[in-house]
C-alpha cells in the first residue's frame, strides 16, 4: 500500500490509494497485482480551484496550462536514457505570458529540472508560475529538495502534472510548498505525464524493472525459419527504432539459443547514447566463448542469469554471472531474475526473444508493454513467435488495449499494454 498526502486537504491527512498497475505484489494474489483506488480519485487541487475562478475555467486559461505543460514533457524527453533510475523531468517557468526559463533533468545525480529552470530564469522567478510534470522533491538526495529552492525563489504558483509515487515524496512535495506559501494546482495532462514516465513509476512503487517485449514478426506469425534463420525480419528502418530504443532503456535480454544462433551484438550501433545491460538466460551455460557478448563485453556491460554454479566458473572472469534459482521447466527463475535486475537499478528491461523467452514472459505475465513489429513476409514452415500459452479458448486469449500503430517504410509496429495490467494508473 502506497501512501499519500492528500493535496486537496492540504497535504494534512493521509489518504491510502494505489497505483493499480504498479501496485506491490500481494501474497496469494492470483496476477500477483492488488487492485486498489487509483491515483486519478484523488481530488486535485486544481480542478477546484478553476471551478471557483471563472476566468481559470475558460478553454483558453485550461489550453494554455495544457501547452506549457507539454513544453515541460518536451524538454524532459530530452533526458531519456539518461536520467535512470530518477524520472524524466522538465520545468518551465512563466512570467506575464512569456516563458522566462526552462530546464530539465538531463542526467542521474546532476540538478533536477526545477534547479535548472530557476538558474536561468534567477530573478524573474519572484511571482511567476512554475510548470512541472512530476511533483518536485522536498527531500535530500543527490541535491537539495527542490520544494526549498522553489519557496526562496518567490514562485507564486507551481502546476505540476502528477504526483511523485515515491513514498519520500507522494504529497509531501505539494504539502511543503503549499505551507510555504505556494499555490498548488495538481493535475494537468496527468495521464501524459504518467506515461512518460511508466517505467520510473513501476520501479518506485515495485522495485522491478518495467518489462517490453520486443517481437519481429513475419505476417504468419513466425520469427525464424525452419534453419532458424531471422536476419533480417523487419526492413533497416524499423531496426534503427530497436536501437534507439536500446538506448532508452537500462537492459536488454535474450535466450541462450538466440545468442547461439544470431550471435547478437545487442548494442545500440549508430543510435547516440548508451548501450544497455545485455542479460543472457542460459541455465546450463551452454553459449560458446566466442560469443560476441562474451568477447565485446563493453563497459562490462554483460550478464549471464544461469542455474548452474559451474557457469559462474566458466564465465567470471569475462562477464558478471547471477547465479539464480530454478524456476519453470529447471530454467531460470524469472521472478527472480525481476527481483535481481530491479536491486541493480535496472528500471527497464527490454526482452528480444526468442520465441521460448517470450513465451515464458507471457505465461508468467511478467510483460508491462509489447512492442510487435509485423513484415510483410511469408515463411510457411519456421519458428512461431510464441510456444503453448495455455491458451484453450479464445475468450482466455491475451488482449492488449491503448494501441499505438506505428508504420514504418513497410513494417508495423504495434505498440500496447497486455490487458493483465488494465487496471491502471497510465494511460
Ligand atoms: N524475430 C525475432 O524477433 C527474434 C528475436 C530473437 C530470436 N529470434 C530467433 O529465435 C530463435 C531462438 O529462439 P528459441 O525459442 O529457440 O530460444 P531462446 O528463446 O532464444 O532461448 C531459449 C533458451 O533460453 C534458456 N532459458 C533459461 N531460462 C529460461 C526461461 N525462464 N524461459 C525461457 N528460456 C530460458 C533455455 O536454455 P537453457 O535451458 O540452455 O538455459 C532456453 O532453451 C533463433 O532462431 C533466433 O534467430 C528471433
Ligand atoms: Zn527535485
Not at 536520467?83 to 545525480?109: C, D, I, L
Not at 526549498?148 to 507551481?158: N, T
Not at 562477464?319 to 537499478?345: S, Y
Not at 528480444?352 to 510457411?380: C, Q
Amino acid at each position: 500500500m502506497v501512501k499519500a498526502h492528500d493535496p486537496a486537504s492540504g497535504g494534512d491527512e493521509l489518504v491510502e490509494f494505489q497505483c493499480r498497475r504498479f501496485a506491490l505484489p500481494q501474497a496469494g494474489s492470483k496476477s500477483g497485482w492488488k487492485k486498489g483506488r487509483d491515483l486519478r480519485s484523488i481530488p486535485r487541487m486544481g480542478s477546484s480551484d478553476i471551478q471557483s475562478h471563472p476566468e481559470e475555467s475558460s478553454g483558453f486559461f485550461v489550453m494554455t496550462r495544457e501547452r506549457y505543460m507539454k513544453r515541460t514533457m518536451n524538454l524532459a524527453k530530452k533526458g531519456r536514457g539518461k536520467t535512470s533510475p530518477n524520472p524524466m523531468v522538465g520545468a518551465v517557468v512563466v512570467k506575464n505570458g512569456e516563458v522566462v526559463g526552462t530546464g530539465y533533468h538531463q542526467r542521474f545525480g546532476e540538478l533536477h529540472a526545477e534547479a535548472n529552470a530557476l538558474r536561468v530564469c534567477q530573478d524573474k522567478a519572484r511571482g511567476a508560475s512554475l510548470y512541472v510534470n512530476l511533483e518536485p522533491c522536498c527531500h535530500h538526495g543527490k541535491t537539495p529538495p527542490c520544494t526549498d529552492m522553489i519557496i526562496k525563489s518567490g514562485i507564486r504558483e507551481v502546476i505540476c502534472a502528477t504526483l511523485d509515487p515515491n513514498s519520500q515524496v507522494n504529497g509531501r512535495g505539494i504539502k511543503a510548498l503549499r505551507d510555504g506559501g505556494v499555490e498548488v494546482h495538481l493535475g494537468v495532462l496527468e495521464e501524459e505525464a504518467k506515461k512518460l514516465n511508466e517505467v520510473y513509476m513501476k520501479f518506485i512503487t515495485t522495485g522491478l524493472p518495467f518489462v517490453m517485449l520486443k517481437v519481429a514478426q513475419t505476417l504468419d506469425g513466425k520469427i525464424a525459419t525452419k534453419l532458424g534463420d531471422s536476419k533480417w525480419i523487419t526492413e533497416e528502418d524499423s531496426r534503427r527504432f530497436v536501437h534507439s530504443l536500446r538506448s532508452s532503456v537500462d537492459a536488454v535480454l535474450v535466450g541462450a539459443n538466440t545468442v547461439k544462433r544470431d550471435d547478437p551484438e545487442l548494442t545500440i550501433h549508430n543510435a547516440g547514447g548508451e548501450d544497455p545491460m545485455r542479460i543472457i538466460l542460459d541455465s546450463s551455460g551452454s553459449i560458446p566463448h566466442s560469443s560476441k557478448i562474451i568477447r565485446e563485453n563493453k563497459n562490462g556491460k554483460t550478464i549471464i542469469a544461469t542455474t548452474n554454479r559451474r557457469t559462474k566458473e566458466k564465465f567470471q572472469e569475462e562477464v558478471g554471472v547471477w547465479n539464480l534459482k530454478k524456476g519453470k521447466d529447471d530454467r531460470v527463475d524469472l521472478a527472480q531474475l525481476l527481483k535481481k535486475a530491479g536491486e541493480n537499478q535496472i528500471t527497464s528491461l527490454l526482452v528480444e526473444g526468442g520465441s521460448r523467452v517470450f513465451t515464458s514472459f507471457l505465461k508468467e505475465k511478467l510483460v508491462d508493454k509489447i512492442y510487435y513489429f509485423l513484415s510483410p513476409k511469408i515463411l510457411g514452415d519456421g519458428l512461431g513467435s510464441f510456444g503453448d500459452l495455455g491458451v484453450r479458448k479464445i475468450h482466455e486469449s491475451i488482449t492488449f488495449r491503448d494501441y499505438e500503430i506505428k508504420r514504418f517504410k513497410n513494417d508495423l509496429l504495434v505498440i500496447g499494454y497486455p490487458n493483465w495490467s488494465s487496471d491502471t494508473c497510465v494511460a
